[in-house]
């Protein structure tokens, strides 16, 4: 009895414990959420440097939903900055007499080599005013670098590092692994679509001539984009630049000075003491800096009209495509679908720009999307923003817009589609582990994964898939007033850059969002506009408990495996799969 008491009274006690403990969780991280979402005016001075440090990670538009970007060891913002308020404050920065430049603290970039071409060119348009941007870093990745290369002067630690080696695309492949492991994926794609290279990890050792014909195409255009950049800022001929490249010349912080890929190395108070020089301040601790998510909350001067009727609805279509609600992370196409439709059932918004930036994903889920982007033309203008990529799934929802933008650097295309199914069968003999089934019809259990596919079901499931890749190459087909012969050529699942997608009329403009907005009021034909924003984002306190146990979760994972999460990431997306595919072969890093 009295050790019944004992471990009653220490299972209450650690209840309890863990109760208070769970109560200063939440105490903290609604502390968090609140000082996270105030938006207090901050009042700008004069002489402002603007600061512009994206160490931290871009995303599409700034999260409203503080968990999405909460660090759950600070119980603080991750600091991430939405595109969306950096191209609005950059080009209201460029009009702000109390701006005087812009420091880029280039240490490390987290985004995409689409986003980093829609910033750079923003910032190619901020020094139209005159004013001066200033680039420093202790290392110069070569996406930070092609991004600084738009600055008046570009510094380096004496001791720092600029990378400058090309791109690489690198794959891993499971086949041996599940070989041994017993596991037999089953690949269904089009008898064609020999590009359409997401299930060779499971199907091959090594990358297939295929898919290194392609990968070459695009990543070659995009390499060749970011020379022409560089060169044409830097004054290197592209030879030049391919030569440091192959030679492996830049071995220094002096190399990168002596082959004129950095102005000059200085120590960050060196640089301070320059900025204190430009911004007209007596000592360096008078700067005013300001960050350019700051500068979101400094009053916008009044432009007298009042409110404006007419909008444009901005629309972000951002992550893999699956069936659902979906967040800002993950296209849904219920969510999705209805932030469409109520787009275009408002008389007041003139036209729609859809901000697509998807790899791609469920194909039934796209063509549900798809539905909604046709309804939409047929009411009113709707243009196309291809971000960092927009392949596959992300393509097809593209697909019927009056006009498509992208940079050329945006990866795209990949008009096919696959399933793949498992068979674990010798997994479980091995084991020791039997199964069986009781079915009513000759193939009540088609898709079970403890038994090998027939030829017939294989069949079926084949035909399937080819029908699904006719749908969508017929929809491209429409959408671009092209032939299925056409499509067809150009698709098979073939992935290619935004410079290729232009050339053979897959998209119609480069450009990044800005641009696509300018078009969009040019199509709907009207001056003065508002911009709205969907879908709408939730309330930050009713999304605390809905996210919160996924959000702990993937931060949890995350902290554990470091850099290695991104390949955990796709490839607990890879297993996860259902139904036919319309995505990407795999996620393209250039760093």
Do not use: C
């Not at 010349?249 to 900025?275: C, G, H, M, P, R």
């Not at 800002?328 to 008389?347: N, Q, T, W």
């Not at 067809?488 to 990044?512: C, H, M, P, T, Y």
């Not at 907005?517 to 969907?534: F, M, N, P, S, T």
């Amino acid at each position: 009895m009295k050790s019944f008491l004992k471990f009653t009274l220490a299972s209450i006690l650690g209840f309890f414990i863990t109760g208070i403990i769970l109560i200063f969780i939440i105490i903290g991280i609604i502390g968090g959420i609140v000082s996270s979402t105030q938006n207090d005016t901050i009042n700008i001075q004069t002489n402002t440097v603007l600061t512009l440090n994206l160490s931290n990670g871009v995303v599409e538009r700034s999260f409203k939903n503080p968990l999405e970007d909460m660090n759950f060891k600070t119980f603080k913002p991750n600091g991430k900055v939405g595109l969306n308020d950096i191209l609005k404050n950059l080009k209201r920065a460029k009009e702000d007499q109390n701006i005087k430049g812009i420091y880029l603290n280039s240490t490390g970039i987290n985004a995409g080599i689409g986003t980093i071409e829609e910033i750079r060119n923003a910032l190619i348009d901020f020094k139209t005013s005159g004013k001066f941007i200033i680039a420093y870093s202790d290392i110069y990745t070569q996406g930070s670098y092609y991004l600084s290369t738009v600055a008046d002067q570009i510094y380096l630690n004496p001791e720092g590092i600029v990378e400058f080696k090309g791109l690489s695309a690198q794959l891993m492949f499971f086949k041996d692994a599940l070989d041994k492991l017993g596991i037999q994926p089953i690949i269904i794609r089009g008898k064609n679509n020999k590009f359409k290279s997401a299930v060779e990890p499971f199907m091959y050792n090594h990358i297939s001539e295929a898919n290194k014909l392609q990968t070459l195409t695009y990543m070659s255009s995009i390499w060749g984009h970011l020379l022409q950049g560089i060169s044409k800022t830097r004054k290197i001929p592209i030879s030049q630049l391919n030569l440091l490249a192959d030679s492996m010349l830049i071995n220094s912080a002096k190399d990168a000075v002596k082959y004129q890929l950095i102005d000059s190395l200085k120590y960050y108070d060196e640089v301070l003491a320059e900025l204190k020089n430009r911004s007209e301040t007596k000592t360096t601790s008078d700067i005013n800096f300001m960050s350019i998510s700051d500068y979101t909350n400094v009053p916008r001067a009044s432009t007298g009209k009042g409110l404006i009727k007419n909008k444009i609805a901005v629309i972000y279509a951002n992550g893999e495509i699956n069936m659902g609600d979906g967040s800002d992370k993950e296209i849904g196409s219920e969510g999705l679908s209805k932030a469409i439709r109520k787009a275009r059932l408002d008389a007041n918004i003139k036209a729609i720009v859809l901000r697509v930036n998807s790899p791609g994903g469920s194909a039934l889920a796209s063509e549900v999307i798809w539905r909604e982007v046709t309804l939409a033309k047929k009411a009113k203008p709707v243009v196309v923003s291809m971000g960092d990529v927009a392949a596959s799934g992300g393509y097809y929802i593209s697909s019927p817009a009056d006009k498509i933008y992208a940079n050329p650097v945006t990866i795209t295309g990949s008009i096919g589609v696959f399933g793949i199914m498992w068979n674990g069968q010798t997994l479980m003999n091995q084991l020791g582990i039997n199964s069986d089934a009781v079915n009513t019809n000759l193939h009540s259990d088609i898709g079970n994964t403890s038994r090998p596919m027939s030829d017939a079901e294989y069949a079926t499931i084949q035909k399937s898939v080819e029908d699904i890749y006719g749908v969508f190459i017929g929809h491209v087909a429409e959408g671009r007033n092209k032939t299925k012969e056409a499509v067809d050529a150009i698709g098979q699942g073939r992935v290619w850059s935004g410079e290729n997608a232009k050339e053979i009329g897959l998209i119609d403009e480069f450009g990044g969002l800005t641009d696509a907005i300018e078009g969009a009021k040019q199509l709907a034909e009207i001056e003065d506009y508002r911009i709205v924003e969907y879908p709408e984002q939730e309330n930050p306190f009713d999304l605390l408990l809905k996210d919160f146990s996924g959000q702990v979760k993937a931060y949890v994972i995350e902290n554990e495996l470091g850099n290695s999460y991104t390949y955990y990431n796709r490839l607990n997306q890879l297993t996860k799969l259902n139904g036919v595919q319309a995505r990407i072969p795999f996620v393209v890093d250039i760093h």
